[in-house]
């Protein structure tokens, strides 16, 4: 049996680094992942849902063991079955899994698709950062070709500029596997050369994953970084004209971007082209990342796979883009600002009241129910309040006669309905709205 927790009032708590949504902010999620989808519908994306949980191997072999994910941050499961499974932290290895489970490459190449939903990480809890966080992401599976990292960095960029904020896209390129092998001699021989200036944290990722000290966050590191050698001095010919081509395609499309030589991105399935969207405050300044990904051609492989699978995806932290939203952009439809308040004076006019609701339904109208205890007084001061346009009145004398009592709020006027007669205004109102 598992040990009880020694602070019973735990139990009324959530997990560290977890939270329930309610109210607003239940219904600010829920309207992200609407626009989000659509957006990604519009550039021509499917969705796909892959488990919460994934074997273990599909993470150590694809994202690397020497990341801080896998070393520090999954969620292990061991199943009484013998199985080690993990609870996802990431999404676009086990959407690499299902290419390949289901024989994806036998379709039209490439395979664009979506997704969004919990991910886990036994990360320090802080603002924007949780351990059960929200991502939206987007993945081009079976082509090479630079058109496609282009495409993907458009279709993120216009999910963000849904917030209203100045959004920049950071770009890098770490090149093929023959540019990236070059690259890490020079950055290895000069980090050596100033292993005594950069952080202790910093000098043990030399022999494990030297290209995270690029991005490190470590003051005196970063100090050492200015003079490093980049990556975009070491492309071969092909990668160079991989990379030019998704410059000048961001440029074709309007989009803000900058050229980060320290831009790595933290996973080792990464080639090529890598970015981050940045938000940029007032006065110009980079402020915080809502997202980013990359081109990881060899993720198949790194996986045990027989083949390299050609593939760019990105990754958007849903918490944070809603957090740096302007104003509230990410309300869902059936969130939207009701039409009707509908006051029911008594259990005994349930009938009447289903048949009303069919109606209101059919039509797409957006209505608030008032709790069926309290005077019709109160009702209407309720809807006042909430800035609600009309209400609808079902009485034992409109029940009785099959009408509905309609009021305007804003001239106070009102006149009695038959059903048939609702019907056809709630018709007329959807085919001329206000």
């Given at each position: 049996m598992p040990k009880e927790s020694k602070n019973k009032n735990n139990l009324f708590q959530s997990p560290k680094g977890m939270?329930?949504?309610?109210?607003?902010?239940?219904?600010?999620?829920?309207?992200?992942?609407?626009?989000?989808?659509?957006?990604?519908?519009?550039?021509?994306?499917s969705g796909i849902e892959t488990?919460?949980?994934?074997?273990?191997?599909?993470?150590?072999?694809?994202?690397?063991?020497?990341?801080?994910?896998?070393?520090?941050?999954?969620?292990?499961?061991?199943?009484?079955?013998?199985?080690?499974?993990?609870?996802?932290?990431?999404?676009?290895?086990?959407?690499?899994?299902?290419?390949?489970?289901?024989?994806m490459s036998?379709?039209?190449?490439?395979?664009?698709?979506?997704?969004?939903?919990?991910?886990?990480?036994?990360?320090?809890?802080?603002?924007?950062?949780?351990?059960?966080?929200?991502?939206?992401?987007?993945?081009?599976?079976?082509?090479?070709?630079?058109?496609?990292?282009?495409?993907?960095?458009?279709?993120?960029?216009?999910?963000?500029?849904?917030?209203g904020r100045n959004i920049v896209v950071k770009i890098n390129s770490l090149g093929d596997s023959e540019t990236r092998k070059?690259?890490?001699?020079?950055?290895?021989?000069?980090?050596?050369?100033?292993?005594?200036?950069?952080?202790?944290?910093d000098r043990g990722r030399l022999s494990t994953n030297p290209l995270r000290v690029l991005d490190s966050k470590e003051p005196e590191t970063k100090e050492v970084n200015k003079n490093a050698p980049t990556c975009l001095e070491t492309l071969n010919t092909?990668?160079?004209?991989?990379?030019?081509?998704?410059?000048?395609?961001?440029?074709?499309?309007?989009?803000?971007?900058?050229?980060?030589?320290?831009?790595?991105?933290?996973?080792?399935?990464?080639?090529h082209t890598v970015f981050e969207f940045i938000v940029y405050d007032e006065n110009g300044q980079p402020s915080h990342a809502l997202g980013g990904g990359g081109r990881y051609d060899g993720l198949a492989r790194a996986m045990g796979y027989n083949k390299d699978i050609p593939a760019v995806g990105l990754g958007i932290g849903v918490d944070r883009t809603i957090e740096s939203a302007k104003k509230k952009v990410f309300i869902p439809q059936n969130k939207q600002h009701p039409d009707f308040y509908f006051i029911q004076t008594g259990e005994e006019l349930n009938n009447a009241s289903f048949h009303l609701r069919e109606i209101?339904?059919?039509?797409?109208?957006?209505?608030v129910f008032a709790p069926q205890k309290g005077s019709i007084g109160q009702g209407l001061g309720i809807a006042?309040?909430?800035?609600?346009?009309?209400?609808?009145?079902?009485?034992?004398?409109?029940?009785?006669?099959?009408?509905?009592?309609?009021?305007?709020?804003n001239n106070r006027e009102q006149q009695t309905l038959t059903f048939?007669?609702?019907?056809?205004?709630?018709?007329l109102m959807k085919k001329n709205p206000a």
């Amino acid at each position: 049996m598992p040990k009880e927790s020694k602070n019973k009032n735990n139990l009324f708590q959530s997990p560290k680094g977890m939270r329930d949504f309610l109210g607003e902010k239940f219904y600010e999620k829920q309207g992200f992942y609407t626009r989000a989808e659509s957006i990604a519908g519009y550039y021509g994306f499917s969705g796909i849902e892959t488990p919460i949980v994934e074997h273990a191997e599909v993470f150590t072999k694809g994202v690397g063991e020497h990341t801080d994910i896998v070393e520090k941050e999954m969620y292990d499961l061991h199943t009484r079955g013998g199985d080690h499974l993990v609870m996802r932290p990431e999404g676009t290895a086990g959407v690499m899994r299902s290419y390949i489970e289901h024989g994806m490459s036998s379709l039209p190449q490439p395979i664009m698709l979506y997704y969004g939903g919990p991910f886990f990480r036994h990360d320090k809890p802080q603002k924007g950062r949780y351990r059960q966080l929200y991502q939206f992401g987007l993945e081009i599976i079976g082509s090479q070709k630079p058109e496609y990292d282009v495409l993907i960095i458009q279709t993120g960029f216009r999910i963000l500029k849904e917030t209203g904020r100045n959004i920049v896209v950071k770009i890098n390129s770490l090149g093929d596997s023959e540019t990236r092998k070059n690259y890490l001699k020079k950055l290895i021989n000069y980090y050596q050369k100033h292993e005594n200036e950069i952080s202790k944290k910093d000098r043990g990722r030399l022999s494990t994953n030297p290209l995270r000290v690029l991005d490190s966050k470590e003051p005196e590191t970063k100090e050492v970084n200015k003079n490093a050698p980049t990556c975009l001095e070491t492309l071969n010919t092909s990668s160079k004209a991989h990379f030019d081509m998704v410059i000048k395609g961001l440029s074709e499309a309007g989009i803000n971007y900058e050229i980060d030589h320290t831009l790595v991105r933290g996973l080792d399935y990464y080639s090529h082209t890598v970015f981050e969207f940045i938000v940029y405050d007032e006065n110009g300044q980079p402020s915080h990342a809502l997202g980013g990904g990359g081109r990881y051609d060899g993720l198949a492989r790194a996986m045990g796979y027989n083949k390299d699978i050609p593939a760019v995806g990105l990754g958007i932290g849903v918490d944070r883009t809603i957090e740096s939203a302007k104003k509230k952009v990410f309300i869902p439809q059936n969130k939207q600002h009701p039409d009707f308040y509908f006051i029911q004076t008594g259990e005994e006019l349930n009938n009447a009241s289903f048949h009303l609701r069919e109606i209101l339904y059919q039509n797409n109208a957006k209505v608030v129910f008032a709790p069926q205890k309290g005077s019709i007084g109160q009702g209407l001061g309720i809807a006042e309040n909430l800035k609600i346009p009309f209400v609808l009145i079902l009485g034992k004398d409109e029940a009785q006669d099959k009408t509905i009592t309609l009021r305007n709020m804003n001239n106070r006027e009102q006149q009695t309905l038959t059903f048939d007669e609702f019907d056809n205004y709630l018709k007329l109102m959807k085919k001329n709205p206000a």
